[in-house]
């Protein structure tokens, strides 16, 4: 499976843009990237996936480097409810193995 | 209904007990997973059913036992645990069982302590 490197921690001033960045080197050209965030007491949420493409969402904006060996999560307005660990994941197949995560906090 | 039920949220038994966690889903979806997270840890994959049929089992103790009686229905047996297997435990689903395609939507999990 491709593995996944984020920073374990990051920190953002409500109400600005948040870029959350994934190294994931050893990805198959197949491999989906996803993200999904857990908030505190509550099972993971999906946010967005992409393959080679941008994509953007309501949630968030997904930017795949053109090699693919990284990309980057951006929330265009931090609020505080997204305070929450962030994981990025590398499709392998049929199920997804979850990587460290990088926690965010949003200060007010 | 885009929801993931887990029974019961919180669940305390002794290591002679038997005991079930149950996950249903009514959104039409033919996969459903398994994962075990400890604290501060991220989510780690136990088993995926696809179309009621066990495709992936990651290595884990027999003293879990999961069962896919019909599509909408997950159960996980207990039997024997150790202190150790205290955690999280999340039941996901998704449409296909090929999350490239689509996403899992995960439940707000099962929180087990085994004295």
């Known amino acids: 499976d491709a593995k996944t490197t984020q920073p374990n921690s990051m920190e953002s001033n409500e109400e600005e843009p948040v870029h959350l960045p994934c190294n994931h080197s050893?990805?198959?050209?197949?491999?989906?990237i996803h993200w999904y965030r857990q908030l505190p007491s509550q099972g993971p949420e999906y946010v967005i996936h992409?393959?080679?493409s941008n994509v953007n969402n309501r949630m968030a904006s997904l930017a795949i480097a053109e090699d693919r060996k990284s990309s980057t999560l951006i929330l265009h307005r931090a609020t505080l409810r997204d305070a929450a660990v962030y994981y990025c994941?590398?499709?392998?197949?049929?199920?997804?193995?979850f990587g460290g995560g990088t926690r965010l906090m949003v200060k007010p | 209904d885009t929801e993931v039920t887990q029974t019961p949220k919180h669940l305390v038994m002794g290591m002679t007990n038997k005991k079930s966690l149950k996950c249903e889903q009514h959104?039409?979806?033919?996969?459903m997973y398994w994962y075990k997270q400890k604290a501060k840890k991220p989510p780690e994959l136990m088993f995926v059913?696809?179309?009621?049929?066990?495709?992936i089992n990651e290595s884990v103790p027999s003293r879990f036992s999961p069962e896919c009686p019909n599509s909408s229905l997950l159960n996980l047996h207990l039997h024997a645990l150790q202190p150790e297997d205290s955690a999280l435990y999340l039941c996901?689903?998704?449409?296909?069982?090929?999350?490239?395609?689509?996403?899992?939507?995960f439940g707000e999990g099962s929180r087990l302590t085994v004295l």
């Open positions: 959104m039409g979806h033919r996969a």
């Open positions: 992409g393959l080679t």
């Open positions: 050893t990805i198959s050209g197949t491999d989906y």
């Open positions: 059913y696809s179309y009621e049929k066990l495709s």
């Open positions: 994941i590398v499709d392998a197949g049929n199920m997804l193995t």
């Open positions: 996901a689903s998704s449409q296909e069982g090929l999350p490239g395609a689509g996403e899992l939507f």
